[in-house]
């Protein structure tokens, strides 16, 4: 055999390879239990006397191999808990070949989301109702049956699920028959799949519906699968998945790889969803809505969720990274393609502009210290857990823009049809991709990404017109939210893809050119007025302009692209918290771009720094700051009014419903949220036809000003909501009320049945972030660590955690710190130290603009 070395503990050998695995499994739904059989074909690849096989949480009764003529060779198990392993120690030494390795076990439907584990839900009657469910990724495939539990271990499937008469029961690939066991169950066998890897197996069972069959221009059948009554929130989904399914079938060159595609909603669910090859698994909210209800942000997510699982079925299912330190480069290309084919689904959304906000995050976490490189080294599960993060999804996803438009999306996409082409059903590495993008480009592309996927954080690219206008100055530095001084790293440069826009009389032309060094001049044909890097705000890097030159900006902001506007509020906050600009800065430049802006993503960004500012300022200045919201956000309410007029844009409603939450929360407009009010009050009333931003906003109003029995009705209405989206808002906004009392009526709820485990840490963090409870909302927490610990699923622990950026005195962050060092979070050790390096930010800009921000305020 060949040991795993001891720097790579958790891989297992390559001496035992399998090909296919038989497998039957016979959930219990009652017990909560199953059992389960698995044949595994392998090739042996040199003389064994033991096999290794991950195994966790299973008990495993028996093991034996099967040689080509029926040799048996019988194997005494013993797990290895601490490895996740079952070690079969063979009586006799196998000699290499083909062999059948099959084990007997028996497990466990656990209530920790992974794995295979048990949903439920509460029909209409008051019955509860169980199904079980599994999720495998990363390595939750071993605690459903043995198995190589790698993902370049691809394999063939055939799968046998046995239920109990009238259960659903759905796998991988279509239904081949349904048999009547002696005992009256049902056996339902699944066509074998093509290989694939174990983190994409997928099993359901349970009392479930199935819509009927939508048939995509390719040919797939396309279902929803979903707890029964909601059938009629299906329908918006199913198009959605027609649409993306046909439309990577064209952008890949590749018809989709399965034999149908079921999508699943689950009432219990830790992810957003989960790319199981043609069994897609949803949170309910993702997948299940009513377009008359729902806002437009509501209905772009859930679109976006699904095109981001089915391109997963392309990149991801079908090309498969070779381990989990490529787990960046599946996540970041399928939300890049989210991004894409929403946009063509639904261009009246902007997708690529609203992508501004997602960008933001990424930037957020990759100015601190305690960022990682996009590829980051993986060796434990614990590693891998770590990387589903805002700098896998959102900087990944961020940087293939960039190169995409670079490149020109035509070239960008002849390579990644070549790269499909070349490695389907197999596994890759990240340079395999840049390798097929730089012959089909001929340019230098793995030059270029390199200096973005292997060192961490980002440039900062410094503007200055020269030679009066002549000539434009470019330099980078590495752009840091605290302190700035220091590291080796400050070194770091990066080849950056430069897009200027020039001004000169009224006249606009783009330049292009890669900063390659420190520093670049580039001399412009005729003198220009102004310059703005970054157009179309697809480069993931900052821009530091002069006073004047910023000032000319604002002044041709009707010159600028939505995005553009968005990009020099954000620049200007980032420089805010790394000490190089004011809070008064940031409250003269919303102000400055208030008077005419339109644009909803660019009042998303604005609402969003004046929601900050009112964060750091001092309480007595804070009426101050109210009214200079209101200064702002009063003329856009009178101009749009509070109904929505015939054949409105999706996003002047959703602006609409921006300026609204902004002034009753913010703003403190007593108008509004008296108005706001009255609106909710027909939603209570079941008045039908409301504009849903409008409501959506007045539920946060309504929350922000509530009172204890508004918190009655938050409560109910939460769990009596006609859509999962609707109950979500009021389940997230409990965290917004003012009162003390109430707040502490929210945590006890979060911990009680009364919030599904896959919620707890969204509503938790909403209350950390409340601004005048967050530390009532940390006392609580840490009393109760171990039972938060229980009940969430434990990617959820560090989501919640990422609250405390919120609590922003010196004392409190004193103590969320020392808590932390006693109780660390192995599963998200670094997503953990950015979010208390966010703090010591957070704690910063509040000594340094505070009074600044008063001061500013008063005069
Ligand atoms: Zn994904």
Known sequence: MSPATPSDPYRLPRSVVPSHYNLTLEPDLDAATFAGNVSIDVEVTEPVDEILVNAADLDIASARLVGPNGTEVTGIVTLDLERERAIIDLEDAL????WRLDIGFTG???????GFYRSTYVDDDGISHTLAVSQMESTHARRAFPCFDEPDFKATFGVTLVVAEGLTAISNSATIDVDTTPDGRQSHRFATTMPMSTYLVAFVVGPLEVTEERITAGGVPIRVVH??????????????AAFALDYFADWFGIPYPGDKLDLVAVPDFAFGAMENLGCVTFREVLLLIDPDTATQPELERLVD???????????????????WEGIWL?????????????????????????????????FDVDALAAT????????????????????????GAAVLRMLEQYLGPDVFKAGIQAYIEAHQYGNTKTTDLWDAIESSSGEPVRRIMDSWIYQGGFPLVSVALERDGAAVRLTQQRFRSLDPAGSDEDASLWAIPVTLKIGRGGDVVDERVLLDGDTTTLSLSAPADWVLANADGSGFYRARYGDAA????????????????????????????????????????CEALAVDEEDLSVWQRIAAALGSLDRYVPDGSRDALAAAVRGMARPHLDRLGWEPVADEDERTSQLRGTIIRLLGTTGADAAVATQARALHDQVLDGTTGLDPAVVSAAVDIV?????????????????SAPTPQEGQRYQYALGDFPGADEIDRVLDLALTDAVRSQNVAFVLRRVLLNRDHGDRAWAYLTHNWAAVNDKLPSMSMVRMAEGVRGLSTPALAHEVEAFFAEHPLPQATKTLSQHLEALRVNVGVREREADRLGAALET
């Not at 990682?372 to 700098?391: H, K, Y």
């Not at 002044?555 to 506007?565: C, V, Y």
């Open 227 to 240: 707890p029964p009554g909601k059938g009629h929130l299906t329908p918006y989904a199913l198009d959605a």
């Open 550 to 589: 910023r000032a000319a900006l604002v002044e041709h902001r009707a010159e600028l692209l939505p995005i553009e506007r968005y990009g020099l509020v954000d620049d200007v906050w980032a420089a805010v918290l790394a000490g190089e600009a004011t809070a008064p800065d940031v409250l003269a430049l």
């Open 703 to 719: 929350a922000a000003t509530g009172t204890a029995s508004d918190l009655d009705m938050f409560i109910e209405r939460m769990e």
């Open 372 to 395: 990682r490189p996009i590829e980051f080294p993986v060796i434990s599960p614990e590693d891998a857990e770590g990387m589903f993060d805002l700098l896998t999804y959102e900087k």
């Open 305 to 323: 969720v699904v095109a981001h699982e089915l391109a997963h079925m392309w990149f991801g299912d079908l090309v498969t990274m070779g381990w």
């Open 108 to 114: 466990v439907l656990n209530d920790k989301l992974v």
């Open 95 to 98: 000699a290499p070949g083909a």
């Open 330 to 362: 599946n996540e970041a290309f399928a939300t890049f393609m989210e991004m894409l084919c929403t946009d063509a689904y639904r261009p009246q959304w902007q997708r690529w502009v609203s992508f501004g906000l997602s960008r933001t995050a990424a």
